[in-house]
């Protein structure tokens, strides 16, 4: 019952980051924000918020255990494991940043849904994950949907972008679907391969290392790219006024944040699996705001696409419902063998006596 409450309390995380991440992000460049690395930067950097967690776990162990209470539980492989993929992290946010800057959030969002697709795959591949044919069903589902965008690709081109831009943000944004489709599994390969019980505790520890890592990776891209010199500017000449473009940057490092925590917790109490079932369900949440907040168009094409998300999401958890049912028919029939076993048994032995 615990595990499935810090389950929820993860998706509930998972669910605001997912769907405010990209709309806070589109707000961003839609009143004047130009420049990519910010808003890559702006997905991890907010990182030492976990320390607030830690802190109060910490002396929470203190009191119970005195001085000898470890102050890290994190060993070095999980150290080098995690800011590694950190920097995967780290890619995947500035490539991602392309969907906002180029594309409507909705559009970005749909080719974001494939992320799912890759992630089955590499589930497949790295932490041996078995597909049901329903979850299989459901994949190729999510695949159908975003292909559907291809149609019409220049459809909801936002007024004044090039066709060039725009394809150069469909393309980034897809290969961002891939590297995060990459990452999920790694982070769950980490938690498997660890040498020691892995707690709550070891997964922040985990989520700060991989914060931290693709920061320092975005910050370089900054520093190449000089935004840093450019922010003074920019804030400026934001459409609606500079206070509220630094308010805009600090709740997207807030709200990217909870996207993160939110996704190392459902791997942890889950799979890297569900997490990437969760991300496209929560797609036709993201493409309603898109539309309210920002006016922007709904074609046809999105709607079958939002569809086949859902389709492809109901076929999913049908799966793993009939998969449970399968299952607990399983044990109940092993249980009732191995009474039947014992029973005879114990006929045998009374026989014998006799």
Same mark, same amino acid.
């Given at each position: ?30 009143? #004047? ?58 890619? +995947? ?62 459809? +909801?081109?936002?007024? #004044? ?47 700060? *290392?991989? #914060?931290?890592?693709?920061? &320092? ?9 000089? +935004? ?56 036709? &949440? ?27 999401? *109901? ?6 419902? =009939?998969?449970?049912?399968? =299952? ?7 249980? =009732? ?18």
């Amino acid at each position: 019952m615990k595990k499935l409450i810090f389950l929820i309390f993860n998706i509930i995380m998972l669910s605001i980051g997912n769907c405010g991440g990209p709309l806070i992000s589109r707000l961003y460049f839609i009143h #004047g924000g130009q420049r990519i690395w910010i808003p890559s930067v702006l997905q991890t950097v907010g990182c030492p918020i976990i320390l607030i967690p830690l802190a109060i776990a910490y002396f929470q162990r203190r009191k119970i255990q005195g001085p000898e209470a470890k102050i890290v539980f994190i060993t070095r492989q999980e150290f080098i494991a995690s800011a590694g993929v950190g920097i995967i992290v780290g890619l +995947d946010g500035y490539l991602n940043s392309w969907g906002p800057a180029k594309l409507p959030v909705s559009t970005s969002t749909l080719i974001n849904a494939t992320q799912l697709a890759f992630t089955a795959l590499f589930a497949v591949l790295i932490v041996k994950q078995k597909l049901t044919a329903y979850s299989t069903n459901s994949v190729v589902l999510l695949i159908a949907g975003a292909a559907t965008l291809a149609l019409r690709a220049n459809g +909801d081109r936002p007024a #004044g972008e090039s066709t060039k831009d725009y394809m150069m943000g469909f393309v980034m944004t897809f290969i961002g679907a891939v590297l995060y489709g990459l990452m999920l599994p790694l982070i769950e390969l980490i938690y498997m391969k660890a040498k020691q019980a892995v707690t709550y505790t070891t997964v922040l520890e985990i989520q700060m *290392v991989l #914060g931290i890592s693709a920061t &320092v990776f975005c910050t370089i891209g900054m520093i190449i790219n000089k +935004d840093f010199q450019a922010i003074p500017k920019e804030s400026s000449q934001y459409a609606i006024g500079e206070s509220k473009y630094y308010m805009v940057l600090v709740w997207c490092a807030i709200i990217w944040q909870f996207a993160l925590l939110g996704l190392v917790g459902v791997i942890f109490y889950s799979s890297s699996l569900l997490s990437g079932i969760i991300g496209a369900f929560l797609l036709p &949440v993201t493409e309603v705001l898109a539309v309210i907040l920002f006016h922007e168009k709904f074609q046809a094409e999105k709607g079958v696409a939002i569809f086949l998300a859902l389709w492809g999401f *109901v076929s999913y958890f049908y799966g793993e419902y =009939e998969q449970g049912k399968k =299952e607990k028919k399983m044990k109940l029939k092993k249980s =009732e063998s191995q009474i039947s076993q014992q029973l005879d048994m114990g006929q045998t032995g009374a026989g014998h006596v006799v």
